[in-house]
């Protein structure tokens, strides 16, 4: 349910349809008192093994709210790759368009939880970086009948545009997640081909030049990225809200007050509520809010997905 205590309503003729296509890994995560200094061998409290990836994980926010979900990713033909399959089906995610590929090993990622929650990860990307526009052209369908189409950059960016065409040619809405955002800037052109984009803290600074350490600072920034070509700038402040600009819409978004457990994937769940949110064409400050709202809550439990 919707704060307000209105409830999403199901739309005419059936399930929402939302897209994903991006990333999806085994996740190995450590939890300790703190990060490890260079060369220090550091002794931890525990570890978990989970299913992650940005868009695995933003698939799974999205279904888990209740949308009707096409998920597109890449994995390799080993045991980690059962795993995450294994993973998906029990949230409810067919996996028609997870392509196994028998030349590449699965995405893995290994993160690191310290006492305040906050994460520090590396991942080894294995498949995740051959989706291909193959795998576009088979999911031609779903694509050309989603209301909106979530995309990240852990994945190769072509196979994303060729998506974003194809949804926004159909009156859907592209979404980019510019994280993490690549050594060369992305050009105009490239972003100009979604609709809305989500960057962090860090990402916004890495995609216009500015950190976004307070409104002003990242209203100058929102303002940056709509002059790239892109109409919504949602620009992400962790615990200072979210900052969200277009062509009518110059707003700050305070932030839900919580005690984190840790922020692991709070981005990718902020996404899957966001895409939740537009597919029930909920006004954009309102699917921001309920967004918010589906971060926040990340933050509460252990691990990505």
Not at 90 to 115: K, M
Request: charged letters at 20%; glycine letters at 10%; a neutral charge.
């Amino acid at each position: 349910r919707w704060r307000s205590g209105t409830p999403f309503p199901t739309r005419k003729g059936g399930a929402l349809s939302v897209v994903v296509i991006g990333s999806i890994n085994c996740d190995v995560i450590t939890y300790a008192e703190r990060a490890p200094r260079p060369g220090e061998s550091l002794t931890g409290d525990r570890y978990i093994m989970v299913q992650g990836g940005k868009g695995a994980n933003q698939a799974i926010a999205t279904r888990r709210l209740g949308a009707a979900v096409c998920y597109i990713g890449r994995i390799g033909s080993d045991p980690f790759g059962d795993f995450v399959t294994a993973n998906l089906v029990r949230n409810g995610l067919a996996t028609d368009h997870l392509h196994v590929d028998a030349a590449q090993s699965t995405g893995i990622a290994v993160i690191g939880i310290d006492a305040r929650g906050e994460n520090a990860i590396t991942v080894i990307p294995g498949a995740n970086r051959f989706v291909d526009e193959a795998q576009i052209a088979a999911a031609r369908p779903q694509l050309s009948a989603a209301k909106v189409l979530l995309t990240q950059l852990e994945t190769p960016l072509a196979p994303s545009l060729a998506a974003a065409r194809l949804v926004r040619s159909h009156g859907g809405l592209a979404v980019l997640d510019p994280a993490p955002v690549p050594p060369v800037r992305l050009t105009g052109e490239e972003l100009s081909a979604f609709d809305i984009t989500t960057p962090n803290e860090i990402e916004t600074e890495a995609l216009v030049g500015i950190l976004p350490v307070d409104l002003e600072a990242a209203r100058a920034a929102a303002q940056r990225i709509n002059a790239l070509g892109i109409a919504t700038a949602i620009v992400k402040m962790g615990g200072r809200g979210v900052y969200v600009r277009s062509n009518d819409i110059d707003l700050h978004v305070p932030p839900f007050p919580i005690v984190p457990v840790d922020t692991l994937a709070a981005g990718d769940c902020f996404n899957g509520g966001l895409a939740f949110a537009l597919a029930n064409g909920r006004p954009l400050i309102e699917a921001v809010r309920f967004a918010a709202a589906c971060g926040a809550l990340a933050c509460t439990r252990l691990g990505a997905s």
